[in-house]
Each structure stands twice: as C-alpha cells, then as structure tokens.
C-alpha cells in the first residue's frame, strides 16, 4: 500500500515513522509546503539568531533516508480527490496512495482592517518563512507594530530583542492587544503581569484594551496602525499574531465533512474512508505531544491496530521569558464557588483553584520542578481532599502505587 501524508510536521512525521515501523511492504509518500522540517515552536529562536533553519530540525534518526520513504517538498496542495486519493498542487498530480493523511496545521490569520492583508511589511509567525522574512525586514526597520500579545506574539517579540542586540541597533516595539492582559489564554492576569513588566524593561511598549481598527500607508505598505482610541502608532513593519485558521482549503470539494474544522471520529477518519486528520486540521490539540501521538495513532490505525484517541487534555502551557518559567495547567481563573489558594515570595508564585475538593488548575511560576503531578490530577479529576494534607504539600508520592511486579503506576 501506497500512503500520502500531507505536512511535514509533528504529527505528519509522527505518523510516517509509526507507518513504516508497523508495515513490512508499505511506502509513505509525504508532501509538504514546506522544504524543511523544523519545530515551530522554536521559530522565534531562528528569530534571535540562537538557531540556524537546520537547527530546528527535530529529525535526529534515519528517516529521511528510509527506503520507503519520499518527500516531496514545496508543493502547495490545492485540491485532493476523496476518490481516489489523489493530492493536486493546481494542476499538477502530485501523488496517488491508498490511504492520506492530512496534518497541514493550521496558518496566520489577518482580519479585514486596513491594508494589513495586501501590505508587504505584514507578516505572521507560523512557518519557518516568516521567521525568515521577519528578520530580514527587521534589518531596514526601526518601529515595529505588534497586533496580537498571545505566546506567538510575546515569542516574536522576544526573538526581535535578541536580534537587536545582534543588529546594534535598538527596535521601538508596540504591541496592541485587545484584551486587559498579555498572555491571555495561557496565564491568569497576576502572572501575565510578571512577564509584561519584565518585557517593559526591555523597553517594549503595551496598548492593552486597544483595538486596531485601521492602517495608513498604502496597500503595499503599512506606515501606521491606527486604533479606536484614536491613537495612531508609526511603524516600519507589523507582526500580527491575533489567531490562526486551519489549513484545509483544498479540501473543498474532495467529499470530506468539514465544519469549522475537518470532522473526525474517534479512529480520526475523515467522512470519506481511508483519509484522515490530525492536528489543528482537525480540531484537535496541534501541541507537540499531543501532535505526536495522534500521528502515531493514525499511522497504527492504519496498520489495523483500531485505536480510539481518548486522551484529549490538553490545557497545558509552559512559559519562560527572561529565565522566568510558568507552568499553567487546567484552569487559571476560578469560577463562583471555587477555593483558591494562593501563596507568593519574591521569586515564586503559586496558585492552585480547587472546585469540591478535586483541583481543576494550578500556576506555578519561578521554581516549577516536579510539578507534572497535577496534569495527571487534573485532568483524571482525582480529590486531594482525601489526603488529610494542605494541597501545598501534595507530591508525587501520594499518587504512586505499586504492583506485584514491582513496577509503579498511578493510583487513582
């Protein structure tokens, strides 16, 4: 059998070495926009200069050279034929297989103001290429815009001080941001503050509760971003991180039922047998860990294994700015009724939000060593209650049990 997989990602790779490790005979054929493999979260370190494009490969064994194995790379998918399984790029036939698999994530999403979808100077941080046009606009720059203060926005941000001090010169940086906090879907406000002071000193300026409403300039080039206050704020260059949309355009047509996002069942089979999603395409997790198992599970399921995906959690977010790290897991702001316990130093801040006895989210924010206890608490919904301790004293050893083999495992 004949298997194509389209994006050359976490979960895209994940299932091409689960297809190839659970097949004798089989060949994986894997189209890509992209020429390279690389992790997207480590885009902003191509940003500062730290990591080189080949750097942020995440291929570290023989897969690329596999013999039954191929890539073809730069081919931007148009249009697949549910049928048979067919993969266009325009009029092209790129390749034919028995089976596909769709993990192309997802793209930057720009909203309807101004000029901010025609203009040259504004760029996303989705693919290796922006981090890449980026930094060469960033050389011919010195006001830079940033619409957007979500993790991908404050990443580019700091990639962009980093590569200042490479440049020898000093960037004016802006971020507008529509809502009260940075950081706004992954820390509650008190930590979210840490991290904007921190980026203040670094002289980056916040608009927080501005919405940008407008563009002046042309629509080759946007020279300020205009708000609803009035304000207007001058720039050379925009970097917009307000949101993402998946990458399933070409899939109209092909039979595939899509809602907001390409519908699975619990196997990840599309509507249209033998084709599949993962991923952002699908409306699941795009996070790494999360990517690579639904990849393997594709790949096996494929093979026959007939795996149902059922481990979905995942609020989990980690942070580290200026050496700073955050972990956040479950919920970060409570709701009516719930029992908050909060304690803080001048290096630490902790929080956890019990409901009924059972923790639904903890923020941990300095030292977050042996803290990964609690995404098993969470998300398995287990009550602390029962342990006669203060929820600051539970640990790893709480939850541990041992069998009659001797191996360790949660107790529940």
């Not at 503050?193 to 409403?213: D, I, M, R, T």
């Not at 260059?237 to 899939?251: K, T």
């Not at 300095?366 to 342990?387: A, F, S």
Request: charged content about 25%; overall charge neutral.
């Amino acid at each position: 059998m004949n298997h194509i997989i389209i994006g050359a990602g976490a979960a895209g790779i994940a299932a091409a070495r689960t297809l190839l490790k659970e097949t004798e005979n089989d060949k994986v054929v894997m189209v890509s926009e992209d020429s390279e493999v690389y992790s997207r979260c480590m885009l902003h370190r191509f940003i500062s200069g730290e990591r080189s494009a080949e750097s942020l490969s995440f291929i570290n064994d023989g897969l690329l050279s596999h013999p039954r194995f191929s890539w073809i790379k730069g081919k931007v998918v148009t249009r697949i034929d549910g049928e048979t399984k067919t993969v266009y790029a325009g009029d092209e036939k790129v390749a034919q297989g028995d089976t596909i698999i769709i993990a192309t994530g997802s793209n930057s999403f720009t909203p309807p103001v101004g000029d901010l979808k025609t203009a040259k100077n504004v760029y996303g941080l989705r693919h290796l290429s922006d981090a890449q046009a980026i930094v060469a606009a960033a050389k011919n720059a010195q006001k830079i815009a940033v619409i957007g203060a979500g993790l991908v926005a404050m990443d580019a941000v700091a990639g962009l001080l980093e590569l200042q001090e490479k440049l020898g010169k000093k960037f004016d940086i802006t971020v507008v941001e529509m809502l009260p906090t940075i950081l706004a879907i992954n820390l509650d406000a008190h930590a979210a503050e840490s991290y904007q002071k921190l980026f203040e000193n670094h002289g980056v300026k916040f608009l927080l509760a501005k919405k940008v409403v407008n563009t002046k300039g042309s629509a080759e080039k946007v020279d300020s971003v205009e708000l609803e206050s009035g304000e207007s704020i001058p720039c050379d260059m925009v970097i917009l991180a307000v949101g993402v949309r998946p990458a399933i355009g070409f899939c109209e047509g092909s039979g595939i039922k899509i809602e907001r996002n390409i519908v699975v069942d619990d196997k990840l089979q599309t509507s249209v047998p033998g084709i599949y999603a993962v991923g952002d395409a699908a409306g699941l997790s795009g996070i790494w860990p999360n990517a690579q198992v639904q990849g393997q599970l594709v790949g096996r399921n494929i093979a026959g294994w007939g795996l149902a995906y059922e481990d979905r959690f995942a609020i989990k977010n980690t942070v580290n700015f200026f050496d700073l790290a955050t972990l956040s897991v479950g919920a970060f702001n409570p709701q009516e009724g719930d029992e908050v316990l909060v304690r803080e130093d001048r290096k630490n801040y902790q929080k956890i939000i019990l409901r009924g006895g059972v923790p639904v989210g903890v923020v941990y924010q300095g030292d977050i060593g042996n803290k990964g206890y609690w995404q098993h608490l969470i998300k398995n919904k287990i009550p602390i209650c029962k342990l006669g301790k203060s929820p600051w004293k539970v640990s790893y050893a709480d939850f541990w049990a041992c069998e009659e083999n001797g191996e360790f495992k949660y107790a529940q």
